[in-house]
C-alpha cells in the first residue's frame, strides 16, 4: 500500500540529520565521475564481513524438494553443511 504523499511529513532539514563518523566514511563507496573507485564495505551502522582468501561463488542448483527439507531441518547454516558434504563426497 502506499502512502499519500498529501500526508507525508515536508518539515524536515539536513540539520536533523546526524553526522557521519570517520569509520563510515572509510566504509562508504567512492566514486569519481559516476565510475566507482572504491566499492562500500558494510553498511553505515556496522563493517560488514571480512574479505576472505578463498572466497565462495554464488551459483544457481537445483535439488530435490527432499535434500532441501531433511538439510534446512538441521537449523541455520544448512547451506553450508551441504557444502561440506560435497566436499566430503568429491573427496576434498
Known amino acids: 500500500m502506499t502512502e499519500n504523499s498529501a500526508s507525508l511529513p515536508t ?9 557521519w563518523t570517520d569509520e563510515q566514511f572509510a566504509r ?6 559516476g565510475k566507482v573507485v572504491r ?4 553498511t553505515l551502522t ?7 582468501e578463498n572466497p565462495k561463488k554464488q551459483v544457481t542448483l537445483r535439488l530435490d524438494p527432499d535434500v532441501i527439507e531433511k538439510f534446512r531441518a538441521t537449523g541455520k547454516g544448512w547451506q553450508s553443511r551441504i557444502n561440506a558434504e560435497l566436499r566430503k563426497a568429491l573427496g576434498i
Not at 518539515?11 to 553526522?19: A, I, K, N, S, Y
Not at 562508504?28 to 565521475?33: H, I, L, Q, R, T
Not at 566499492?39 to 558494510?42: F, N, R, S
Not at 556496522?46 to 576472505?52: D, I, Q, V
Open 28 to 33: 562508504a563507496e567512492f566514486s569519481v565521475g
Open 46 to 52: 556496522k563493517a560488514g564481513r571480512p574479505f576472505a
Open 39 to 42: 566499492a562500500a564495505q558494510g
Open 11 to 19: 518539515d524536515w532539514d539536513d540539520d536533523d540529520l546526524p553526522e
